[in-house]
């Protein structure tokens, strides 16, 4: 089995490369995934790895012969190559490099009544982990990024997804894009924004259904409040007049999923 114990090696210097550059990630069609359960559920994800990095200390071959196929290349690494390609402070002991995914509309597969979630121009890879988690928690059947802000293969947002970035089924495209997508599809599709609005609880989503929430700083482009079926809001009874867009999108999401029986 191959053995890496330099920092300086040429192929843990590229792969430094994909945890800090968007540009690095798109050249080479690749990424870092760290830890055993996102690397499980990636693979369940149809997501195709092709190097696994690992600290014999703390992680066997066996272990990883149960988790990756016979086909995928084996590296153990010591403390020092761990500690430049990790991106948690916990140290699992398993890295891996995996291919990136097409993010086309043309490829989901939705079921006869979908519930999508569309989230606009989220510039905080938290905020696209958080909602990622919400959109597994709910079994979306897609979430669609529209002008997304960041490289959705950016570790931190696969750490704050803790895996859901795997689990979801996820497209990007611009507003323009999204909006012509849905209606072909003819699927309705409510705005969550302050203006020309009616309370959320009032609508029916239990047709075809996307449910559209932007930033909290400047919400949804004109696009949006143009286009949609209905604009909508969550009434707010403190001072403020918006609140985290992944507490919006749950919100939003288990209501259309409580009309719809669970």
């Known amino acids: ?18 945890q800090e550059k968007a540009k690095a990630r798109k050249q080479t069609g690749t990424f870092l995934i760290e830890g055993q359960r996102e690397i499980s559920l990636a693979i369940k994800g149809g997501y195709e790895i092709e190097t696994v990095l690992f600290l014999p200390d703390l992680v066997t071959e ?19 190559v761990y500690q430049k390609l990790a991106y948690r402070d ?30 606009e121009s989220l510039e905080k890879p938290g905020n696209v982990g958080a909602v990622l988690r919400t959109a597994d928690a709910a079994n979306l059947d897609a979430v669609l990024i529209a002008d997304p802000k960041s ?8 750490r704050s997804s803790v895996g859901c970035l795997f689990t979801n089924q996820i497209a990007t495209g611009t507003t323009e894009e ?28 239990t047709t075809p259904t ?29 001072e403020i007049d918006s609140m985290n867009v992944s507490v919006a999108a749950a919100i939003l999401i288990f209501e259309a999923k409580r009309q719809r029986g669970f």
């Open 210 to 238: 996307a449910l559209v929430v932007g930033t909290e700083a400047t919400g949804l482009t004109q696009k949006w409040r143009d286009e949609a079926t209905q604009n909508i809001i969550i009434p707010m009874q403190g």
């Open 90 to 119: 916990t140290t699992e002991g398993i890295l891996a490099v995996a291919k990136t995914k097409s993010l086309k509309l043309s490829d989901l597969k939705l079921s006869d009544n979908p519930l999508i979630l569309v989230a």
């Open 178 to 205: 999204i909006i012509a997508f849905l209606k072909e599809k003819k699927i309705s599709f409510y705005s969550a924004t302050l203006q020309n609005s009616t309370s959320y609880h009032t609508q029916n989503f």
């Open 1 to 18: 089995m191959k053995q890496i114990t330099s920092v300086q090696n040429p192929f843990i210097k590229s792969l430094a490369l994909l």
């Open 62 to 80: 066996n272990q990883i012969n149960k988790l990756v196929s016979s086909s995928v290349q084996l590296i153990e690494i010591n403390k020092e």
């Open 151 to 158: 490289d959705l293969y950016n570790p931190n947002i696969v």
